[in-house]
C-alpha cells in the first residue's frame, strides 16, 4: 500500500527532473557554504529553473519513435505525460526570463547565455559531419566532459560572479579554478556510471561516450581515478584539515562505493535517485558536520 502511494510521487520527482533541479540548488549552496557567504536566492532560482528547463527540453527533444515501448521507465513516464513535461518546461523557462533580466549582471547574463548555448547545443544537432546533422554529444569523448563544464559554470562560476559583483567579495582567481575544477571531477565521475548503463543504447547510436571508447571496466577505474583527483587536490590545496574537508571527503568515499556497486543491472531509481542524489547529499553532509562541530 506504501509503496503505491510513495512510488508515483518518486516517478514524479525523478522523471519530471524536479529531483536533479534540487540537486543543482544543493550544488550552489555547496559553493556559498565552502566560500562563507550568504546564498543568493536569486542564483539558485535561476540554477533551479535553468536545470529543469534545460534537462526537460532534453528529453523532449529526443523523443523516440515508439516511447511507449522504451525499455526505460522514465522514457515511458515522460511521454506519457507529455503535458505535464512541456508545460513544467514552458513555466520554467519563462521564470527564467524575468530572472536574468532583472536580478543577474551583465558578466552573468552572458555566463547564463554561455551555458545556455553549451546545453542546448549538446542535443540540438545544428553541426554537418558525413552529410549528417549531429549536436555536440555526436563528437567523440566530449559528452562527459561538456556536461561536467555546464555544471561547473552553473554551480560554481555564476555565485562566484555574482558575489564578487554585488557584495564586493574578492574571490582570487586560484581558489576560483579549484572550486571548479574539483566540482568538474566530482560532476564527471557521477555522470560516467549512466553512460556506462547505456553503453548498448549508445553504440547503437554511434556515440562515442567514455566507455564506448574505453569499455565497461576501464570506465569504472576512470571514474574512481576521477574520485582521486578530486581528492588529492582537496588535501593538496588545503593546509590544515577543517571539517568542511572532512565532509566531502566522506561523500567522496560514498560515491566511490555507490560507483562501484552500480551496474548495467541496476534499476533506473539507482541512478537517478542515489547516484545524482550524491550532490545533494554533499550539501546536507557539509551542513551536518558543521552544525556537529
Not at 534540487?22 to 549552496?29: E, S, T
Not at 560516467?192 to 571496466?217: C, N, S, W
Given at each position: 500500500?506504501?509503496?503505491?502511494?510513495?512510488?508515483?510521487?518518486?516517478?514524479?520527482?525523478?522523471?519530471?527532473?524536479?529531483?536533479?533541479?534540487?540537486?543543482?540548488?544543493?550544488?550552489?549552496?555547496?559553493?556559498?557554504?565552502?566560500?562563507?557567504?550568504?546564498?543568493?536566492k536569486y542564483i539558485l532560482a535561476i540554477i533551479f529553473f535553468g536545470t529543469l528547463s534545460i534537462y526537460n527540453f532534453s528529453m523532449l527533444l529526443s523523443k523516440p519513435k515508439n516511447p511507449?515501448?522504451?525499455?526505460?521507465?522514465?522514457?515511458?513516464?515522460?511521454?506519457?505525460?507529455?503535458?505535464?513535461?512541456?508545460?513544467?518546461?514552458?513555466?520554467?523557462?519563462?521564470?527564467?526570463?524575468?530572472?536574468?533580466?532583472?536580478?543577474?549582471?551583465?558578466?552573468?547574463?552572458?555566463?547564463?547565455?554561455?551555458?545556455?548555448?553549451?546545453?542546448?547545443?549538446?542535443?540540438?544537432?545544428?553541426l554537418t559531419l558525413n552529410n549528417q546533422k549531429i549536436g555536440l554529444r555526436n563528437i567523440p569523448g566530449i559528452k562527459l566532459f561538456l556536461i561536467a563544464l555546464v555544471w561547473s559554470v552553473s554551480c560554481v562560476l555564476l555565485p562566484v560572479v555574482e558575489l564578487e559583483h554585488n557584495y564586493q567579495i574578492n574571490i582570487s582567481s586560484a581558489e576560483t579554478l579549484l572550486l571548479v575544477a574539483k566540482r568538474f571531477l566530482f560532476i564527471a565521475?557521477?555522470?560516467?556510471?549512466?553512460?556506462?548503463?547505456?553503453?548498448?543504447?549508445?553504440?547503437?547510436?554511434?556515440?562515442?561516450?567514455?566507455?564506448?571508447?574505453?569499455?565497461?571496466?576501464?570506465?569504472?577505474?576512470?571514474?574512481?581515478?576521477?574520485?582521486?583527483a578530486y581528492l588529492v587536490l582537496l588535501i593538496l590545496f588545503n593546509q590544515t584539515v577543517n571539517i568542511d574537508t572532512i565532509g566531502l571527503t566522506l561523500t567522496l568515499l560514498l560515491t566511490g562505493w555507490l560507483i562501484f556497486k552500480s551496474n548495467i543491472k541496476k534499476n533506473e531509481y539507482y541512478y537517478f535517485f542515489y547516484l545524482d542524489g550524491t550532490m545533494l547529499l554533499q550539501y546536507l553532509v557539509l551542513v551536518l558536520i558543521s552544525f556537529i562541530s
Open positions: 500500500m506504501i509503496k503505491k502511494v510513495l512510488l508515483p510521487i518518486l516517478d514524479f520527482l525523478l522523471f519530471s527532473n524536479l529531483f536533479i533541479a534540487i540537486c543543482a540548488v544543493a550544488q550552489g549552496l555547496v559553493t556559498y557554504h565552502l566560500l562563507h557567504a550568504k546564498p543568493d511507449e515501448d522504451s525499455p526505460f521507465a522514465r522514457v515511458r513516464w515522460i511521454f506519457s505525460h507529455h503535458r505535464l513535461i512541456i508545460s513544467i518546461t514552458l513555466i520554467s523557462m519563462l521564470c527564467l526570463i524575468p530572472l536574468g533580466l532583472l536580478y543577474l549582471s551583465i558578466e552573468a547574463q552572458l555566463l547564463m547565455i554561455f551555458t545556455a548555448v553549451l546545453a542546448l547545443g549538446y542535443n540540438v544537432p545544428f565521475a557521477i555522470t560516467i556510471p549512466f553512460d556506462i548503463r547505456d553503453l548498448f543504447q549508445d553504440k547503437l547510436y554511434a556515440l562515442k561516450t567514455i566507455p564506448v571508447m574505453l569499455g565497461e571496466k576501464k570506465a569504472y577505474i576512470f571514474c574512481q581515478f576521477l574520485l582521486v
